[in-house]
């Protein structure tokens, strides 16, 4: 479990983030919804500790992210498996070599058993025969389940996926939602999702935090959306003419 | 005010760079890379430069010593202290700011827009380290040996050229190569072609660091990776040369 007390986050003077204060939970996958611009991605850096928190604390399984010392932090940091919006794929190494990259640099695993992982994790995602290839030469879904491997490749106790599905199809989102839904309830990781897209929510939102500029104004989950009377969140949830339809059927 | 806050944060990204690198053998992994990108890639372009500018300053000399006062053979030598003092460590340099800078601070600079940065900074790695000190340690290592190389070829170049035109036979020209050689010269070509190396890897590889935004954001910090390196090297040509020629 993650939890967020009081944390605020400003740049250059502009508040990003305010008193916001909240938490995630194991084996679930909590959603962390809002427009663009609305401060999804800064709060998703400062829980990784990317950027660094004007006010608050995070803890993770109640230890305090702001007592740790340097050494535990880069402990904590093992944990971790983040999938960045664009993949953030090594441009200069190949789907194997990047997967292999968090193994190379945290573990003392010899080449044939970071091998064996690192073609484990690509099964996992459904994505072999791929190796081989450099980034440039990946479609997007394929380079968001690379990024997916190489998220999980040390067995992350927390997952971190920043819009995984920004800039995909459809179908194809779909099947990259899914696919972070099973490997978080397989692995019973605490799985943070940022995004702006509701089929993302209604299908995996088990919690959904909604922020809107900077600030957490609502919370429940993906059912308790439909119902709500939150005036901002209605816009932002039904924004679309769909949506709207939907509304109506379930009203 | 804004000038002193960039030279504080590059000075605090240089004490991320010097730091012990986690995995030696992967630094030497990079640093080899690095070498053959920064230094053989360069190697071309170099060469031709190198061969004209020996050309154009025999011609020149050849020209401006045109007075039976002045013996022939100081057209090899002119041309030689031009080429090992200035020409090839300055020029040269000023060059490979242009090429190897804007290469290094658009590769950072793309990996910082595209989240590769702070992706290695979740693995545990430090990205300033790893990217950028291979980088440096391969420019300070290469590029002395570019820049013998460049001397070598432009002094060839002005013998091609001289004894072709006749401006110079090929007894007085090599005479004036060997006449009065200091080492020290060469000496202070490449501690300046070190200095200039560390400042054009360091400069550019901070402006790519500090890169927000998007690609046209990219092409905006190798511009002023390039410009600040250039202005850099003037400047540290001037120190260096105070220095090290006036004693
Ligand atoms: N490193 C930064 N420096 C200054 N401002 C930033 C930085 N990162 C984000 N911001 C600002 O914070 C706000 C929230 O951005 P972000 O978290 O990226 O939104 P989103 O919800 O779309 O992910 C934006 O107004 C953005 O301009
Ligand atoms: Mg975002």
Known sequence: ?251 | MKVFSQLGEYLLFLRQVFTRPDKFRIFHQQAVKEVESIGLESLWIVSIISIFMGAVATIQMAFNIDTPLIPKYTIGFATRQTIILEFSPTMISLILAGKVGSKIASEIGTMRVTEQIDAMEIMGVNPANYLILPKIAAAVFINPVLIIISIVLALMGGWIVGTATSLVTSTDYILGLRSWYQSYDVFYALIKTVVFAFLITSISGFYGYITRGGAEDVGKASTKAVVQSSIFIILFNLILTQLLLND
């Open chain 1, 1 to 251: 479990m993650i939890e967020v007390n009081h944390i605020s986050k400003q740049f250059d003077g502009k508040q990003v983030l305010q008193d916001i204060t909240t938490r995630f939970i194991r084996g679930k996958n909590n959603l962390i919804i809002g427009q663009s611009g609305s401060g999804k991605t800064v709060l998703l850096k400062c829980i990784i500790g990317l950027y660094i928190i004007d006010e608050g604390d995070i803890l993770f399984e109640g230890k305090s992210l702001m007592e740790m010392d340097p050494a535990s932090r880069k402990n904590l940091r093992k944990e971790f498996g983040t999938l960045f919006q664009g993949g953030a794929l090594f441009s200069s190494l190949t789907v194997e070599e990047n997967v292999m990259f968090p193994l190379t640099m945290n573990t003392a695993m010899d080449r044939e058993e970071k091998l064996e992982r690192v073609n484990f994790c690509l099964k996992r995602v459904r994505l072999e025969n791929a190796n081989k290839l450099y980034p440039s030469q990946l479609s997007g879904g394929m380079t968001k389940r690379v990024a997916i491997a190489r998220a999980i490749s040390l067995n992350p106790k927390y997952l971190f996926c920043d819009e995984p599905n920004s800039g995909l199809d459809p179908s194809t989102a779909n099947v990259i939602d899914k696919l972070i839904n099973e490997i978080t309830e397989e692995y019973q990781i605490t799985t943070i999702v940022n995004t702006h897209d509701m089929n993302s929510v209604m299908e995996i939102g088990d919690q959904v935090a909604f922020i809107y500029q900077g600030q957490l104004w609502w919370e429940g989950s993906r059912n308790d959306i439909l119902q709500s009377s939150n005036k901002e969140l209605n816009d932002f949830v039904f924004a679309t003419e769909l949506t709207k339809k939907l509304k109506h059927k379930s009203a």
